[in-house]
Each structure stands twice: as C-alpha cells, then as structure tokens.
C-alpha cells in the first residue's frame, strides 16, 4: 500500500504558475502509474495528467495540454505537476493517485488517492 501527500497548492494569479507535489511513501512509486485530478464543487473529479511508471509516457487533458507538465521522480518518490498559464477556471481541489496495474493512461479507477490540495486562480 502507499500513501501520498500532496502540496505546494494555494492562491495563483492569472497567468502566473504553481507547482504541485506529490509525495508518496510506504512502497516504491516507481511501481506506480500516477495521475492528477482535480474536483470543483458539484462537478465529478476529472483527470488532468498521469504519467507512466518510467516517466516515458504522459497523458493530458485539452484543458491544460501545452500549460501544464507532469514529471516524476522515482529517486525521490514524487510526482511534480507544474502548472503555467494559469487560468480562473483551474481553480479546484487537486489530487494524485496511484495505480500499480493501469497501463492506459486515460483510465480513472486509481487505487490510491492523496487527501487534495486546493488551487485557487484569481483573475
């Protein structure tokens, strides 16, 4: 089992950039897939990004495809999301997770999931 602890959230502007952690303990996260997600209020999580166990292969959603990139790295067990070009409508609560059998990158039935770290954007 693995645990994971998200940070780095808080207020952005517009424009601006925010970088998010995901800090995994318990196993090594480099038998893992990860992925982000985010949920506002009302509206079912979605994802943003995952990334492949070796780093090799990422996903994104057209949200934030060409502003957002996903890394990992396995030595320190994290998984990074850097978020640029930020927008009012990225604002959410995000999430990573973790999977040990997901190969497709666009599947959403992650086994484990960090408590959520709020982004909000200002305009």
């Known amino acids: 089992q693995v645990q994971l602890v998200e940070s780095g959230g808080g207020l952005g502007q517009a424009g601006g950039s925010l970088r998010l952690s995901c800090a995994a303990s318990?196993?090594?996260?480099?038998?893992?897939?990860m992925g982000w997600f985010r949920q506002t209020p009302g509206k079912e999580r979605e994802i943003v990004a995952a990334?492949?166990?070796?780093?090799?292969?990422?996903y994104y959603a057209a949200s934030v495809k060409g502003r957002f990139t996903i890394s990992r790295d396995n030595a320190k067990n994290t998984v990074y999301l850097q978020m640029n070009s930020l927008k009012p409508e990225d604002t959410a609560v995000y999430y990573c997770?973790?999977?040990?059998?997901?190969?497709?990158?666009?599947?959403?039935?992650?086994?484990?999931w960090g408590q959520g770290t709020q982004v909000t954007v200002s305009s």
């Open positions: 997770a973790a999977d040990a059998n997901i190969v497709v990158l666009t599947r959403l039935d992650y086994d484990y």
């Open positions: 318990g196993r090594t996260l480099s038998s893992y897939t």
């Open positions: 990334i492949n166990r070796s780093g090799g292969r990422t």
